[in-house]
């Protein structure tokens, strides 16, 4: 796997450097932003840093721990032992609800505090990653569920899964696609 640490800063929008309390699932995402690289991605992250969290302006925080390059490129942002903000949400799927357990219930945790997250970069509006994002995001995945000895067949998640959003885009409408992925990532 190409691989490259360019972590963030630490602040409280996009790497609030607080520990992981327990790990149960990797989330796979795409950058929303057709042709982003891992440095444009990165740059949004860290960019959120100069909110003011005092002021009346709505704030935003978003990040994962890993964006993938439309060569296959991985860049890790964030470390695995730290939340990234990346499957919080207003609301979660039923299924997310049973298997995340208190962190969808408990209001001071969500998803991201058990969860690792991927950003996949795509060239166009479909959302569909290259073949070489593709192939990088499977290998990261399957080794990061190894690592913590999970089941890529019960911890293997699109966001859409955890809060119903439309992302991973291309495999939220490509069905067969996102089982041939988890077939990718569990062989």
């Not at 982003?36 to 704030?59: I, M, N, Y």
């Not at 296959?72 to 799927?93: D, F, K, M, N, S």
């Not at 997250?117 to 569909?128: A, F, Q, Y």
């Not at 885009?169 to 490509?174: D, E, G, R």
Request: include cysteine; aromatic fraction near 10%.
């Amino acid at each position: 796997m190409l691989y490259a640490e360019h972590h963030l800063t630490k602040n409280i929008f996009s790497r609030p450097g607080k520990p992981l309390k327990q790990m149960k699932a990797v989330v796979l995402h795409y950058t929303q932003n057709p042709g982003q690289t891992p440095l444009g991605c990165r740059a949004f992250f860290e960019s959120l840093k100069t909110q003011d969290a005092a002021d009346k302006v709505p704030d935003r925080s978003a990040s994962a721990h890993y964006i993938i390059g439309m060569t296959g490129l991985i860049w890790q942002v964030i470390p695995e032992r730290e939340v990234a903000y990346h499957c919080g949400g207003i609301g979660y799927t039923p299924e997310a609800k049973e298997y995340f357990g208190d962190f969808c219930s408990n209001p001071k945790l969500s998803p991201n505090h058990c969860t690792i997250g991927i950003e996949m970069c795509h060239p166009d509006t479909s959302g569909l990653p290259t073949p070489e994002t593709e192939k990088a995001t499977q290998e990261l995945a399957r080794d990061i569920l190894a690592r913590y000895g999970l089941d890529p067949a019960v911890a293997l998640w699109r966001h859409y899964d955890v809060t119903g959003k439309l992302c991973p885009l291309w495999y939220v409408n490509h069905p067969s696609d996102w089982a041939r992925f988890g077939a990718g990532v569990n062989n």
